[in-house]
């Protein structure tokens, strides 16, 4: 079962660049470009079972580019994999302000055993399905009294402004751990199919969402536009979602879900082209 959380997180920023710094106090082999890092926010009090590796900052560096939240988040990421961690705890976060139109980030970092025991949301990738242990929720049988699971994904976006030049957008899709739940009945593989396939739904979107933007020319610039197109693809998503429930009832229906699956993989493949921020 689907529950589904359309995102807007629209920030105009002028133009800046980021200044990398890094104070690393434990010599670890790098990791693999593609290896899991997980990013926990400010707020986020789980207590972390490993040594800390160091330190790293995202901070203002005059006027230039490539300082959007998202940008500063994966030019962290890659540092931290390039001094072995894979996990970074934000420390220190500074929006936008009339000091400095970049996000400026300060974070901790440490190499743990298992990052994923520490992830609140997930991103997409054709490399890593849905498991059970990424259903961290609490049941919510109120609201849901006839489903066994519930998954929580949905799209967000950001923009950026430059000075002398319109800025990019950049689109994503999640999974949220702490608000997707299963009853213990609820854990089998097959059911857990049936919640991958909420999470596929909401990327088949995301890269629509994607390619209706560059169709448009959307940059930093087109701020009500933009909102009205991911207005329109966001509830044409929901409705796909309720579909999907409502003809597999649930994912009762053994033969509509593999209907399903086989329209998923069509779908993926036929926005292959937007699978990524460009």
């Not at 901070?59 to 994966?74: A, K, P, R």
């Not at 997707?180 to 909401?202: A, K, N």
Request: with cysteine; charged share 30%; glycine share 2%.
């Amino acid at each position: 079962m689907k529950k589904l959380a359309l995102i807007l997180f629209c920030s105009l920023l002028f133009t800046c660049s980021p200044k990398l710094r890094t104070n690393i106090t434990s010599s670890l082999p790098p990791l693999n470009e593609n290896d899991l890092v997980v990013v926990l926010d400010i707020i986020d009090d789980q207590y972390i079972t490993a040594k800390k590796v160091g330190e790293l900052k995202a901070t203002d560096n005059g006027l230039s580019q490539n300082c959007t939240y998202y940008q500063n988040i994966e030019s962290l990421k890659t540092m931290a994999r390039k001094n072995g961690a894979n996990l970074i705890k934000i420390t220190k976060h500074k929006r936008p302000d009339n000091w400095s139109t970049c996000h400026r980030i300060y974070a901790d970092v440490y190499k743990v055993e298992d990052p994923k025991v520490y992830e609140t949301t997930i991103s997409w990738s054709e490399h890593r399905k849905l498991t059970w242990d990424d259903f961290k929720g609490e049941p919510d049988l109120v609201n849901f009294p006839n489903a066994l699971a519930v998954t929580n994904s949905g799209m967000s976006y950001e923009s950026e402004r430059q000075l002398f030049s319109n800025g990019k957008v950049f689109i994503q899709s999640m999974f949220n751990t702490y608000q997707s739940w299963v009853l213990p009945e609820g854990r089998t593989e097959y059911v857990l199919r049936h919640e991958q396939i909420h999470f596929d739904l909401t990327e088949i979107y995301t890269r629509k969402l994607r390619k209706a933007f560059q169709d448009a020319n959307i940059t930093s610039t087109d701020a009500f536009k933009a909102r009205e197109i991911f207005d329109k693809i966001s509830s044409e998503l929901s409705m796909k979602q309720d579909q999907y429930d409502a003809e597999t009832i649930r994912g009762e229906r053994t033969d509509i879900q593999e209907k399903w699956e086989a329209i998923v993989v069509i779908e993926l493949a036929k926005y292959e082209l937007y699978k990524s921020n460009k």
